[in-house]
């Protein structure tokens, strides 16, 4: 048996994110690892943890209290309960360890913190697959932080979209 592996899935809630983690938790997840959903927040983002934990990033919060919804207000996050039934079925059904941590700048950076941070063997992304001048203007985190980051990175591709 595999020495348990600390795994970080970046999640905005976007469809790209929750295929990224719906991809850890089906591909990547073994029993005893622990999973660690990492969520970035804007910099001028005023929620009431922030003026606690702006520097450092949030303590790393267990499932128990991340189902919650008054854990969510505290640090402006989205009660989403196609996550939430993700996170359950791993924890459950594989005996993964799942917990959370909130940070607050630019999701580069704070990704790529949170690598060293955390002491994660792997990272896994969702791409939005935004266009070219948008990617130019706004630089995209996925490369980013796979260029970036000292752990490997699994960047998870969204579906196309459906032509009519």
Known sequence: MSNPRRVGVGLDYSPTSKQALRWSADN????????????????????TRKQLFEDTGSPLVPLEEFREINYSKQYGLTHDPEVL????????????KVVAKVYWGDPREK?????????LDSLVLGSRGVGTIKRVLLGS??????TNASCPVTVVKGKPPLKP
């Open 85 to 96: 039934d993700i996170l359950d079925t791993v924890s459950r059904t594989k005996g993964a």
């Open 141 to 146: 985190v996925s490369k980013y932080v796979m």
């Open 28 to 47: 990547l997840i073994h029993g005893g690892d622990q999973l660690i959903l990492i969520q970035v927040q804007p910099a001028k983002a005023d929620h």
């Open 111 to 119: 990704l790529c913190d949170a690598v060293e941070d955390l002491k």
